[in-house]
């Protein structure tokens, strides 16, 4: 995973995924596996999903990079505390997934939880070919 800032003070995880490195063939694959992770977290529930790259080409004036295949976003929620009011601002959480060439950009914005972002830094490797291992988080 490579960390970098945002904007203050939040950094976001990315992982590069090598089509090769992976058996997922594509953007909707890797997405009902993240679902799969998702619905076997007893902490997390799914949201929706959201075509990014549907949704960009459509504006008037939207613009997307030329090397990007497919853009999806799932969203979801962990509900281990409700601290104060201000906590829903940080909420919910989404991981972004991108086709390019050769391919899959995996990336989400750290959480102020860091069992969340563990949760979702194993979703994220999961992706990858590992000898049969599952994201059971």
Same mark, same amino acid.
Request: glycine share 6%.
């Given at each position: 995973?490579?960390?970098?800032?945002?904007?203050?003070?939040y950094?976001i995880?990315?992982?590069? !995924?090598?089509?090769?490195?992976?058996t997922?063939?594509? #953007?909707?694959q !890797?997405?009902?596996?993240?679902?799969?992770?998702i619905?076997?977290?007893?902490?997390?529930?799914?949201?929706?999903?959201?075509?990014?790259?549907?949704?960009?080409?459509?504006?008037?004036?939207?613009?997307?990079?030329?090397? !990007?295949?497919?853009?999806?976003? !799932? &969203?979801? =929620?962990?509900?281990?505390?409700?601290?104060t009011?201000?906590?829903l601002?940080? +909420?919910? +959480?989404?991981?972004?997934v #991108?086709?390019?060439?050769?391919?899959?950009? &995996?990336?989400f914005?750290?959480?102020? /939880?860091? #069992?969340?972002?563990?949760? /979702?830094?194993?979703?994220?490797?999961?992706? =990858?070919? +590992?000898?049969?291992?599952?994201?059971?988080?």
């Amino acid at each position: 995973m490579q960390q970098s800032r945002s904007r203050e003070p939040y950094f976001i995880f990315s992982l590069e !995924i090598d089509k090769s490195e992976t058996t997922y063939e594509t #953007v909707g694959q !890797i997405l009902d596996h993240l679902k799969q992770c998702i619905e076997r977290d007893p902490a997390a529930t799914l949201i929706a999903t959201f075509d990014h790259l549907t949704h960009t080409r459509a504006l008037p004036n939207g613009q997307v990079q030329e090397e !990007i295949l497919a853009a999806q976003n !799932i &969203i979801f =929620c962990f509900g281990f505390t409700l601290p104060t009011p201000k906590s829903l601002a940080l +909420r919910p +959480r989404s991981i972004g997934v #991108v086709e390019l060439p050769g391919s899959f950009f &995996i990336s989400f914005m750290e959480a102020p /939880m860091p #069992v969340a972002n563990t949760t /979702m830094e194993k979703w994220a490797h999961s992706i =990858c070919n +590992r000898g049969g291992e599952s994201a059971n988080a």
